[in-house]
């Protein structure tokens, strides 16, 4: 396996059309729908990141900024910001667009922690993540921040441990 893999070797991009069996009684995408597309598109690009079978460990906060309307074409983009031992973070963004107006809007933007597993389950090593972007780098710096936001949460690492969050909160 790579000790190391650029950002953009993983990248997924899924894209559907929002069809009335996907939608509520508002008749826009139910959000349940899309978290799925977005828990399956970021479990693609931390496959294709770590060559490995993954779990999904958890999702940050997800907002539905704008509703995503029946006939609209659903755009998702995975990307890794950064891997940790076994753990890899991946940003999804989500855009709607009417191609017809032609409209096109960021929708959703989350961030989504995947574990790499070997046969029996157990996390194994995955390569290190190589930003080349300044956008991939300012994803890169911040996701320790959340990382250890997210243990802090969990309650699997104590507030004082959490070294990034410290010149956050002035702790």
């Given at each position: 396996?790579?000790k190391?893999?650029?950002?953009?070797?993983?990248?997924?991009?899924?894209?559907?059309?929002?069809m009335?069996?996907?939608?509520?009684?508002?008749?826009?995408?139910?959000?349940?729908?899309l978290?799925r597309?977005?828990?399956?598109?970021?479990?693609?690009?931390?496959?294709?990141?770590?060559n490995?079978?993954?779990?999904?460990?958890?999702?940050?906060?997800?907002s539905?900024?704008?509703?995503?309307?029946?006939?609209n074409?659903?755009?998702?983009?995975?990307?890794?910001?950064?891997?940790?031992?076994?753990?890899?973070?991946?940003?999804?963004?989500?855009?709607?667009?009417?191609?017809?107006?032609?409209i096109?809007?960021n929708?959703?933007?989350?961030?989504?922690?995947?574990?790499?597993?070997?046969?029996?389950?157990?996390?194994?090593?995955?390569?290190?993540?190589?930003?080349?972007?300044?956008?991939?780098?300012?994803?890169?710096?911040?996701?320790?921040?959340?990382?250890?936001?997210?243990l802090?949460?969990?309650g699997?690492?104590?507030p004082?441990?959490?070294?990034?969050?410290?010149?956050?909160?002035?702790?």
């Amino acid at each position: 396996m790579p000790k190391s893999k650029k950002v953009n070797e993983s990248i997924t991009i899924m894209t559907e059309m929002v069809m009335p069996n996907d939608t509520n009684t508002l008749g826009n995408l139910m959000g349940g729908n899309l978290m799925r597309m977005m828990d399956v598109v970021g479990a693609i690009c931390a496959q294709k990141h770590s060559n490995r079978i993954v779990v999904t460990a958890s999702v940050d906060n997800v907002s539905f900024v704008n509703p995503i309307p029946l006939g609209n074409v659903v755009t998702l983009e995975a990307k890794i910001t950064r891997s940790f031992t076994s753990s890899m973070e991946v940003v999804v963004t989500v855009f709607s667009e009417n191609i017809p107006a032609g409209i096109r809007m960021n929708t959703n933007q989350a961030f989504l922690t995947f574990v790499a597993v070997d046969q029996s389950g157990r996390p194994i090593e995955v390569p290190v993540s190589v930003p080349e972007t300044p956008e991939e780098v300012n994803f890169y710096e911040g996701a320790l921040r959340r990382r250890q936001l997210r243990l802090v949460l969990a309650g699997r690492m104590k507030p004082e441990e959490a070294t990034e969050l410290k010149a956050i909160f002035g702790m």
